[in-house]
């Protein structure tokens, strides 16, 4: 099982568990996150959630065999249920990001609401050097959060960062050793079974009563252009490359 869950002491954990493939992700797994996430939105018992990986890596984002082999057609895709489950959870979601964090790996991260991340975290949104565009309405998150000139830097030019880099950008709570990454994340969550419930959930609401929607609509239009952009002979050479492991040649494209 790729996806590991359980549910402890409050807490619903969510565990990114496929490290012989980089905790790459199939749309099978998408479905898997989507539902747990739903699960424990409407389980009373759970007071937050908590997204992990394994030891050394996060997620190298999307498994691009799997991927090509079954490309996002439409609203109803796992990725997207997975999408609106997470901008959609009531409740609070703190994410320990240990290793690599690559494409959706750091884009969901800007819908959590709680992130610590390790000294040795690597983060990148590598969507432009794909042929893509961003997506998880990245393009309206970052630059708000950090200003049009960085977020230049992480969505076109597809820069890497550190853990330390996200912390300051405002992405990441903060920055620790990678060993004790997930137990502060447990700690963070375990704090909401001393919290009234209702009160954090409403207090994540008007947090965010200003941006859902925004965040909605941005999400469903970077899908329109990312599946074109999927078809486009960019894309094609970007995906050719990758699979014949080379840098892909754009000079052809204007």
Known sequence: MSIKTAIVNGISTIEIARPEKKNALTRAMYQEMADA???????????????????TIFTSGNDIEDFMASPPRDEEAPVFQFMRALVGCEKPVIAAVNGAAIGIGTTLLLHCDFVYVADDSRLA????????????????????????????????????????????????NAVLPAAEVVAQARRVAE???????SAVRESK???????????????????????????SPEAMEAFQAFFQKRQPDFSKFD
């Open 37 to 55: 996430l739903l699960a424990a939105n409407a389980d009373k018992s759970v007071r937050a959630l908590l997204i992990q990986g394994q030891p």
């Open 125 to 172: 949104m590598p969507f432009v050097g794909l042929g893509l565009v961003p997506e998880f309405a990245s393009s309206l998150v970052l630059p708000r959060l950090m200003g049009h000139a960085r977020a230049a830097e992480k969505l076109l030019l597809g820069d890497p960062f550190t853990g330390a880099d996200a912390v300051e950008c405002g992405i990441a």
């Open 191 to 197: 704090r909401f079974n001393k919290l009234a419930p």
């Open 205 to 231: 609401r008007l947090m965010r009563r200003h941006s859902s929607e925004e965040v909605m609509a941005t999400i469903k239009v970077e899908a329109e252009i990312f599946g074109k952009r999927l078809r």
